[in-house]
């Protein structure tokens, strides 16, 4: 495959931090093995190759920090996740100083829109609410993430495999910050609920406080800019993509809660 390939952008990761929590071995399997193999043929075939990777491997803030991550952050992940994605990117680089590879590295912050899986935490909120049960917030729900719509990412994406600096590693972000409860407030106010109608649960064990990226070098450099910063009206249309796309989703939702009731989440 990788052969008849202009270019391998490797997107694919176990990605969820409480799956690792709970069972840390195929995060190993995929994210370090995996991209062990693929770089390994992307070296063998002379292809040009871009790494897919997570703010995660940055820790995270406290939540009154004024720093965000940029490129010279140091590594300093905290969960079995995003150790094996820090592991991958540390792989990537090696084999680009070692043997030449032609490879660039992406460190996200967290995505939303159409088609995510419904164990994430928006269309967790999303499809509970269409099932008529309550938001499940982790905690105090104080927690901040950096939200970006996923075509913003896959825009971003597409310039660094355009004009990006082989060797370099570019953050992607879209000035998203927001906390957990925020986020369910406002999703209950789309789908025409109460603003308090959901439910503390435990906490994730381990739970990063706050990811905030400064894609400066992104902007700068390749001219990028994030196309959906109105984060109400993406947060609408993405309730109405699982409003009418029951089908996609409807198969995995059952035995995702099941995982989640087992840890009282
Ligand atoms: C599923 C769920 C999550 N949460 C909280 C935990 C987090 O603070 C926040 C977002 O949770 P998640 O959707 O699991 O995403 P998070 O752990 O931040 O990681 C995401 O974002 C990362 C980029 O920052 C990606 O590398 C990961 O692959 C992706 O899963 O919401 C809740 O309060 N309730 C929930 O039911």
Known sequence: MVADADVVVHYAAESHNDNSLHDPRPFLDTNIIGTYTLIEAARNHNKRFHHISTDEVYGDLELDDPE??????PYNPSSPYSSTKAGSDLLVRAWVRSFGLQATISNCSNNYGPYQHVEKF?????????DGIRPKLYGKGENVRDWIHANDHSSAVLAII?????????????????????????????????????DHVVDRPGHDLRYAI????????LG??????????????TIAWYRNNEQWWRPQKAATEAKYKEQGQ
């Open 68 to 73: 965000r991550f940029t490129e010279q952050t």
């Open 122 to 130: 928006i269309p967790r909120q999303i499809t509970n609410v269409i």
């Open 162 to 198: 355009a004009e990006g600096t082989i060797g370099e590693t570019y953050l992607i972000g879209a000035d998203g910050e927001k906390n957990n409860k925020e986020v369910v407030e406002l999703i209950l106010k789309h789908m025409g609920q109460s603003p308090d109608a959901y």
């Open 214 to 221: 400064d894609s400066t070098k992104l902007r700068n450099e």
């Open 224 to 237: 990028w800019e994030p196309q959906f910063s109105n984060f109400d009206a993406g947060i609408e249309n």
